[in-house]
């Protein structure tokens, strides 16, 4: 990188703990008054960085209008899509993707089991709100008051007798699950289906979405599956740093291994 370059994107989160004036910025980089207005002028013709009547610099409206852009067009299925597949190459198991919108928890993506029996779950297809990982995942990480008014206001289906039975239960899973940063479906929606899920986080910590490994008892139990929760971790940690920019995309394989 060039020296110039360096010392102008290190003038960003100088400016990011509050406004600075020109003694500062210079005395931060380790150059001379000019140098340093030199380099605010060029990020402030860019809007990068806006300078106050006080004289002082803060960073500027374009700079947060572009960061705001490059959130709104992140695809996450888009990025989860290989570490899942190679998720699902290592365990054998269905994988799930799914996220949170207008009240409902979607599967975005999935990736089908090896094994001959498979699941009905669909693309597109609203999740057993009560009962599934990723839904404990996403509603966990809403704010308590939100998260208790989406509880009280919910129905609770006995879909087996491992259902969550009211509101009063899901809430305290759901705190165990903030707690945990995990989630479990062990039989709740189907008596022959368990189910372990993990959160995938955006630069602000949030949960964005959440991933999942399923499998009929048939095929493993859930203390196998449940073994199976490190790499799940591990591949949700991937595609977060891939999703909020903290690292460089990796081979999913190799990030696995």
Avoid at 26 to 38: C, E, F, M, N, W
Avoid at 116 to 131: D, L, N, Q
Avoid at 181 to 187: P, V
Avoid at 228 to 248: F, K, N, Q, V, W
């Amino acid at each position: 990188m060039s020296q110039t370059v360096d010392r102008a994107l290190r003038i960003l989160p100088l400016l990011a703990e509050g406004p600075a004036n020109l003694e500062k910025v210079a005395g931060r980089l380790g150059v001379h008054k000019s140098t340093a207005l030199r380099l605010l002028r060029t990020l402030h013709e860019h809007g990068m960085v806006y300078r106050q009547q006080d004289q002082r610099y803060r960073l500027g409206a374009r700079l947060f209008a572009l960061a705001q852009e490059a959130v709104e067009n992140l695809d996450v299925r888009e990025i989860a899509h290989p570490h899942l597949a190679a998720l699902n190459e290592q365990c054998g198991h269905t994988v799930h993707l799914a996220v949170y919108e207008e009240n409902e928890v979607l599967y975005i993506d999935k990736v089908e089991s090896r094994y001959p029996v498979r699941m009905y779950s669909r693309i597109g297809k609203p999740v057993a709100i009560t009962v599934a990982a990723v839904a404990k995942l996403l509603l966990a990480d809403l704010p308590e008051p939100e998260r208790r008014i989406v509880a009280e206001r919910l129905d609770y289906p006995a879909y087996t007798s491992r259902s969550t039975p009211n509101a009063a239960a899901f809430l305290k899973e759901l705190a165990a699950v903030r707690d945990q940063g995990w989630a479990t479906d062990l039989g709740g929606h189907e008596e022959s289906i368990n189910c372990v899920g993990a959160p995938i986080r955006g630069t602000d910590g949030r949960t964005v979405a959440a991933c999942s490994i399923s499998a009929p008892n048939v095929v493993v139990t859930a203390e196998e599956l449940l073994a199976l929760l490190p790499l799940l971790r591990r591949t949700a940690d991937a595609i977060s740093a891939e999703y909020s920019g903290s690292t460089p995309p990796v081979n999913p394989a190799k990030a696995l291994s």
